[in-house]
T-cell receptor, first 114, second 115 residues
C-alpha cells in the first residue's frame, strides 16, 4: 500500500487566491513527522513546513499552513494568497520514527494563473 | 556553509559503464541519503547512512553501492549502468532522525542519462 498519497496530479489557482494540496498517509508508527517540499522548474528541493505527529497545533510558516487531521491521516498544505512564483511541484513526505529517511508522495503540480 | 553539494550536475553514460556520483555536506550531519527521481514522480530512497561506517539499503538499491568513510562524504557508485537508471539523483542530509531534526537538506541533483 502507498504510504503517502497525493491525489491531485495537477491544479490551477488564480493569483492571490488560497489553494489546498491534499496528502494522506499510512503508518502504524505512533511517532512520525510530515514534511512538505517545493520543487520549482529549476529542480531543487525546498523545505516548506513540518508537522510532528504529537504536535497539538497545526504548523504554520508564513503563507504556508498545514491542515493536520490525525484521525483521518491527512496533512493538507494550504497556501494563502498564491503568487506566480508558487508555480511548482509540491511533495508531501513522511518520516517514521521506526525508519530513518523520507517516503515521498507522487507530487502535485501547482500552476498559478495571473 | 555550502550545504549539500553534488558533482557532476549532468552526466551521460553508455550502458555497462560505471561511475561515482559525489556528495558532500559541511553541516556535520550524521544522516545522509541518496534518492532518485524519475520523470513525473516523487523521490525514492536508494541507500542511506546513519553515520560514518554505517550504510543500509532503501527502497531501490539494486545496481548501486555506497560507502561512508567520513561524516562529510557519501558517494554513490553505479556498478554497470543501465538505461533504467536514467534519472535525477538527489543527495540529502539531516541532523537527526526524528522530529524537526529529521528535515532533509537536499543537494542540487545530478541528471544522469544512460544510453
Amino acid at each position: 500500500a502507498q504510504k503517502i498519497t497525493q491525489t491531485q496530479p495537477g491544479m490551477f489557482v488564480q493569483e492571490k487566491e488560497a489553494v489546498t494540496l491534499d496528502c494522506t498517509y499510512d503508518t502504524s508508527d505512533p511517532s512520525y513527522g510530515l514534511f512538505w517540499y517545493k520543487q520549482p522548474s529549476s529542480g531543487e528541493m525546498i523545505f516548506l513546513i513540518y508537522q510532528g505527529s504529537y504536535d497539538q497545533q497545526n504548523a504554520t510558516e508564513g503563507r504556508y499552513s498545514l491542515n493536520f487531521q490525525k484521525a483521518r491521516k491527512s496533512a493538507n498544505l494550504v497556501i494563502s494568497a498564491s503568487q506566480l512564483g508558487d508555480s511548482a511541484m509540491y511533495f508531501c513526505a513522511m518520516r517514521e520514527n521506526a525508519g530513518n529517511m523520507l517516503t515521498f508522495g507522487g507530487g502535485t503540480r501547482l500552476m498559478v494563473k495571473p | 556553509n555550502a550545504g549539500v553539494t553534488q558533482t557532476p550536475k549532468f552526466q551521460v553514460l553508455k550502458t555497462g559503464q560505471s561511475m561515482t556520483l559525489q556528495c558532500a555536506q559541511d553541516m556535520n550531519h550524521e544522516y545522509m541519503s541518496w534518492y532518485r527521481q524519475d520523470p513525473g514522480m516523487g523521490l525514492r530512497l536508494i541507500h542511506y547512512s546513519v553515520g560514518a561506517g554505517i550504510t543500509d539499503q532503501g527502497e531501490v538499491p539494486n545496481g548501486y553501492n555506497v560507502s561512508r568513510s567520513t561524516t562529510e562524504d557519501f558517494p554513490l557508485r553505479l556498478l554497470s549502468a543501465a538505461p533504467s537508471q536514467t534519472s535525477v539523483y538527489f543527495c540529502a542530509s539531516s541532523y537527526g532522525a526524528s522530529g524537526r531534526a529529521g528535515e532533509q537538506f537536499f543537494g542540487p541533483g545530478t541528471r544522469l542519462t544512460v544510453l
